[in-house]
């Protein structure tokens, strides 16, 4: 299960002149279990501190986060995420940064080694399994903490842009792999975008963020049938009404 | 065929040093003609022979080796842990810290009086020697590894559900601080390296690289203590390459792509 709420979360941080920045502000938002949620906003609207919230990683300044009813108050392997810097582990190879979660969870080391070669492979990066992250470049480093969240097995998994430094190709191709994983697994996804195409073809739910401080705009239903058409027209008419509805929130800005 | 190639490839240097060697013999015998104040190329040789021969030289080695072991241990015990817990508790660093930057500063070749008086004319006074010399350096590159660690890496390993301090540290600060530990290992061993003479000047035993060196100027023999202090650089070079080499091959291969 993996239903996450968000009650009237806000969050400030006091730098160290005590200037306050609000980074979000009375956020309500419910992602449903098993749902698709493509968040999109501004640079700085408060997107990441959002999924650091939910990830139990930061603490709301007041409101509060449930995973299934229950607080979440720490990291726990049940909520993954992919981050949106680099942060892999640069001391072990790219097979032993997927199999760090599985190991951590007390899974034995061929166990573990299996799964992470599966998702390596869902990946592309078979024959990089024993390379170290600095042979590899932004792209492929970003494949490989994907697959780590993945092979952790979550109920949640947080993306944050997680394809922002991919070409449009691989981007495509992963796409639809997650969307595969997704369907496969089960879980309930919350992912991170700038690109209304992305979240057009990934999302049940788009949810539109402004930025200082951080609102929801708009909450918009991605009805699109399953699975989607990237060109369609339907697709095509739905993507045109949620960059109308972005460039009037621009406007009101 | 192969030293051929050797001595082609490294012929800047292999003419640097004959030339070294050939202007050193000169200027012993012909110029200055005293053997105390110059002992000449081939005297030092000669004396290396010597020592060789009767198998004191190797003994010499072994002694040093065993101070020298004994401090450089007892460093790497006790500095990298306390360099860790320093370095990860922010209070403990809080409380040991005005200490240790009151001992630090105590060059280590002033706490032979009390390694004299605590644990008498052994070996383990020669160690205590050493170790001063080499603890710091450990204790402080090992802090500043731990303080270094990339805040990413923490988060990601706690999402992955290694949320425990012991596994934060086993697993994410301790491989992440390697360079910068063994990089305090280093220094710290040569620092060890440099009280080795001072720590067996005393007597704590009758052989030893630095006590012979020692026992020699005593007798005047300056072609033994030359001998000695090429033994001495010889070795310390020695070891700091065979630890770098193994460090960088075993340790640290990850770094390759850093720019050092
Ligand atoms: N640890 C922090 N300390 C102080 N301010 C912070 C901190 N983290 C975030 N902020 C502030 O909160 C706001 C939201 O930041 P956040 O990283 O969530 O933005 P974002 O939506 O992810 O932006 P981007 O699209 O550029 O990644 C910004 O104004 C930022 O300066
Ligand atoms: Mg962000």
């Given at each position: 299960m993996g239903k996450v709420s968000i009650e009237n979360v806000s969050q400030y941080f006091i730098n160290r002149e005590g200037y306050k920045t609000?980074?979000?502000?009375?956020l309500n938002l419910e992602i449903k279990d098993k749902e698709f949620v493509c968040i999109i906003g501004p640079s700085g609207c408060g997107k990441t501190t959002l999924l650091r919230i939910i990830a139990g990683l930061e603490n709301p300044s007041s409101g509060k986060v449930t995973l299934d009813g229950e607080k979440i108050t720490k990291p726990d392997p049940k909520r993954g995420m992919v981050f949106q810097?680099?942060?892999?582990?640069?001391?072990?190879t790219v097979i032993r940064n997927i199999t760090f979660g599985p190991e951590m969870q007390g899974m034995d080391k061929n166990k573990s080694e299996e799964i992470a070669e599966e998702y390596l492979k869902l990946v592309g990066l078979e024959q990089f399994?024993?390379?170290?992250?600095?042979?590899?470049?932004g792209g492929m480093r970003q494949r490989v903490a994907i697959a780590r969240a993945l092979a952790n097995d979550p109920e949640v998994l947080l993306m944050d842009e997680?394809?922002?430094?991919?070409?449009a190709q691989t981007r495509n191709v992963l796409q639809s792999e997650l969307l595969d994983i997704w369907e496969k697994k089960q879980i309930t996804i919350a992912f991170v975008t700038h690109s209304v195409d992305e979240a057009v073809f990934l999302a049940d739910k788009i949810v539109m963020l402004t930025s200082r401080p951080g609102k929801i705009t708009n909450i918009i239903d991605?009805?699109?049938?399953?699975?989607?058409?990237?060109?369609?027209p339907d697709t095509n008419q739905f993507r045109d009404r949620v960059l109308k509805i972005l460039a009037e929130e621009r406007v009101k800005e | 065929m192969k030293l051929k190639e050797v001595a082609q490839k490294n012929a800047p240097e292999i003419t640097s040093l004959i030339v070294a060697v050939t202007l050193w013999q000169i200027v012993a015998e012909f110029?200055?003609?005293?053997e105390l104040l110059l002992p000449s190329f081939f005297d030092v040789v000669s004396s290396f022979i010597s020592t060789v021969e009767s198998g004191t030289l190797f003994i010499d080695f072994s002694i040093s080796l065993m101070h020298f072991g004994i401090g450089v241990i007892a460093a790497l015990l006790i500095g990298i842990p306390v360099g860790i817990v320093m370095g990860w508790f922010k209070t403990v660093n809080r409380i040991s810290d005005p200490i240790i930057e009151i001992l630090r500063?105590?060059?280590?070749?002033?706490w032979i009086p009390f390694a004299l008086v605590w644990l008498g004319l052994t070996h383990t006074a020669a160690g205590f020697v050493i170790f001063v010399g080499a603890v710091f350096p450990i204790i402080i590159n090992t802090y500043t590894g731990f303080k270094s660690v990339s805040k990413i890496n923490v988060e990601a390993a706690k999402v992955l559900g290694c949320v425990k301090q012991r596994s934060l540290i086993r697993h994410i600060a301790f491989p992440s601080s390697l360079p910068s530990i063994t990089a305090g290992i280093r220094i710290g061993m040569g620092v060890g390296w440099m009280c080795l003479v001072a720590a067996e000047f005393f007597g704590?035993?009758?052989?030893g690289l630095g006590y012979k060196l020692w026992w020699h100027y005593g007798l005047h023999q300056m072609d033994f203590v030359l001998m000695y202090m090429f033994m001495l650089g010889i070795l310390g070079l020695t070891i700091d390459k065979v630890f770098r080499k193994y460090i960088d091959k075993r340790l640290l291969k990850w770094q390759s792509g850093v720019v050092v």
């Open positions: 609000q980074a979000l502000k009375d810097e680099y942060s892999l582990f640069p001391w072990r399994k024993n390379s170290y992250p600095y042979e590899l470049s997680p394809f922002g430094s991919l070409d991605v009805n699109l049938p399953r699975p989607r058409n990237r060109t369609s | 110029i200055i003609k005293r500063p105590i060059p280590p070749l002033a704590v035993s009758k052989n």
